[in-house]
């Protein structure tokens, strides 16, 4: 099956970018996604790209999709303490309503 | 809109009780999917329902963990009897079925469930 793979932690300064990358198994993945987890909170859509593209630009977020590498990236432009969370990424295939198959999630830490 | 509503927020029981989770989903969304979520395995789905009918339950742990969904507007997971090893946060999310894959998944707040 789909296996998503993240690193677990990242720390960055407030003011610098961060970069959260993921890795994914399934060359049909169609649809990729990034949520973020806050504190005692449900995991809310953050932005999402679809395999036919290779980037996407929305405010401080950056997606990159390399799909020859199956490697996605989340890219935070002057990183908040507010962004401070955990980040998932996740794949769907374009057949029927096959459900996400998530990262186990990066902890984005940001030092003030 | 209210968002994926699930109830209760925190729920504390002993080993070998019956637990229920209950969740609303967004009004005019058909697909509903429960998750569990620990801090060893990471979000796990258990179990999806599209248009109120079971799809796979393959992650469903054991026969101790049973979902249903009586009508397009609720859902419960119970858990009978419960073990500590089933503490964790479990996620309602929904969203609604369609031909294209960008209908994004809404989650809820969250149940999180302590068994002692």
């Known amino acids: 099956g789909e296996d998503v793979e993240q690193s677990l932690f990242l720390s960055v300064r407030e003011g610098d970018s961060s970069v959260i990358n993921c890795t994914y198994t399934?060359?049909?993945?169609?649809?990729l996604y990034w949520y973020k987890q806050e504190p005692g909170a449900g995991l809310q859509l953050l932005t999402y790209i679809f395999s036919n593209m290779d980037m996407k630009q929305d405010q401080r977020l950056t997606v990159l999709l390399n799909k020859k590498d199956k490697h996605l990236s989340l890219r935070i432009a002057d990183t908040q303490t507010g962004d401070s969370a955990i980040y998932f990424c996740?794949?769907?295939?374009?057949?029927?309503?096959?459900?996400?198959?998530f990262g186990k999630g990066t902890r984005l830490s940001v030092i003030a | 809109d209210a968002g994926v509503i699930q109830s209760p927020r925190h729920e504390v029981t002993e080993m070998g009780q019956e637990v229920t989770l209950r969740c609303k989903p967004i009004?005019?969304?058909?697909?509903l999917f429960w998750y569990r979520q620990t801090m060893m395995r990471g979000l796990e789905l258990l179990i999806y329902f599209n248009n109120n009918v079971p799809i796979d339950d393959s992650g469903m742990p054991e026969d101790r963990f049973s979902a249903k969904m009586p009508n397009a507007s609720f859902s419960t997971l119970k858990i009978q009897p419960s073990e500590p090893r089933d503490s964790a946060v479990y996620f309602c999310?929904?969203?609604?079925?369609?031909?294209?894959?960008?209908?994004?998944?809404?989650f809820g707040n969250g149940t999180r469930l302590t068994v002692t």
């Open positions: 009004s005019g969304h058909n697909s």
């Open positions: 399934d060359s049909s993945s169609t649809y």
């Open positions: 999310a929904s969203r609604a079925l369609s031909g294209q894959g960008q209908s994004p998944l809404h």
């Open positions: 996740a794949t769907r295939r374009n057949s029927g309503n096959t459900p996400l198959v």
